[in-house]
Nanobody
Framework: QVQLVESGGGLVQPGGSLRLSCAAS????????IGWFRQAPGKEREGVSC????????VYVDSVKGRFTISRDNAKNMVYLQMNSLQPEEQAVYYC?????????????????WGQGTQVTVSS
């Protein structure tokens, strides 16, 4: 069964950190660029970061540059998102998905794979 499963979300205070994990099963994650997306209630989905399949090149949306780090371990079929200095406005469901990843942006592949998401709550 092909699936992506996110974990690592939770409650964190403003300024705190979380590390999200994305585990793939049923397919080889290393063949795909993977993106992290987030969506808050009433807001549009936003591509946060992505990492290419070939050379590990990374892309970040401007608002998270310098605070978030995406990485991948193809041997473990895993992708990670380290999030530092989290702010209340970043509270959302975060999910990983196969993505188009380039300097022009981060886009979900509609016919690709994505997980159910993990909730990130930033509150004091």
């Amino acid at each position: 069964q092909v699936q992506l499963v996110e974990s690592g979300g939770g409650l964190v205070q403003p300024g705190g950190s979380l590390r999200l994990s994305c585990a793939a099963s049923g397919f080889t994650l290393g063949y795909y660029a993977i993106g992290w997306f987030r969506q808050a209630p009433g807001k549009e989905r936003e591509g946060v970061s992505c990492i290419s399949s070939s050379d590990g090149r990374t892309v970040y949306v401007d608002s998270v540059k310098g605070r978030f780090t995406i990485s991948r371990d193809n041997a473990k079929n895993m992708v990670y998102l380290q999030m530092n200095s989290l702010q209340p406005e970043e509270q959302a469901v975060y999910y990983c998905a196969t993505a188009y990843c380039s300097a022009y942006g981060i886009r979900l592949i509609a016919t690709g794979y994505w997980g159910q998401g993990t909730q990130v709550t930033v509150s004091s």
